[in-house]
C-alpha cells in the first residue's frame, strides 16, 4: 500500500503540489473491549519554486508569504489582498497567474 498520493496542482516557474495520505487511528468502544479502526486523512502541500521547495501544512497567504518572501511582493504588485486567498481553488488561480506573470516577465 502506497505512503500516500501527489498531487500536481499548479504547473509551471512555480509549481504546487498537494500530498494526500490516510491515517489509520484507533477509537475505543464503550467499555474499550473493541477498538474501531477508521481513516483520518491528511494533506500538506509542496511548492517548487527554482529548485527549492517547502512544505506547506495549510495553503495560507501568511504560511505562503512566510515560504517565499518574493511571493508577498509579487502578491502586493498584483493587487491580491489576503481575503481574497480563502480556499485552495483561488490559490490555485493565483499561482497561475503568477506563473503567467513570471513567463511574460522572463521574456522581456
Same mark, same amino acid.
Given at each position: 500500500?502506497?505512503?500516500?498520493?501527489?498531487?500536481?496542482?499548479?504547473?509551471?516557474?512555480?509549481?504546487?503540489?498537494?500530498?494526500?495520505?490516510?491515517?489509520?487511528?484507533?477509537?475505543?468502544?464503550?467499555?474499550?473491549?473493541?477498538?474501531?479502526?477508521?481513516?483520518?486523512?491528511?494533506?500538506?502541500?509542496?511548492?517548487?519554486?527554482?529548485?527549492?521547495?517547502?512544505?506547506?501544512?495549510?495553503? =495560507?497567504?501568511?504560511?505562503?508569504? *512566510?515560504?517565499?518572501?518574493? &511571493?508577498?511582493?509579487? !502578491?502586493?504588485?498584483?493587487?491580491? $489582498? #489576503? =481575503?481574497?486567498?480563502?480556499?485552495? *481553488?483561488?490559490?490555485?488561480? &493565483?499561482?497561475?497567474? !503568477?506563473?503567467?506573470?513570471?513567463? $511574460? #516577465?522572463?521574456?522581456?
Amino acid at each position: 500500500m502506497p505512503n500516500g498520493y501527489l498531487q500536481e496542482l499548479v504547473r509551471g516557474a512555480i509549481s504546487l503540489f498537494k500530498m494526500n495520505k490516510s491515517i489509520i487511528r484507533y477509537q475505543d468502544s464503550l467499555f474499550g473491549a473493541i477498538k474501531k479502526p477508521y481513516l483520518v486523512p491528511q494533506h500538506s502541500y509542496y511548492i517548487f519554486y527554482k529548485g527549492d521547495f517547502k512544505e506547506i501544512k495549510k495553503l =495560507s497567504y501568511k504560511n505562503l508569504a *512566510s515560504a517565499f518572501p518574493f &511571493l508577498d511582493e509579487e !502578491m502586493k504588485r498584483m493587487n491580491i $489582498n #489576503k =481575503s481574497d486567498l480563502d480556499t485552495e *481553488s483561488k490559490i490555485i488561480i &493565483l499561482f497561475d497567474q !503568477m506563473n503567467l506573470y513570471l513567463t $511574460n #516577465k522572463e521574456k522581456k
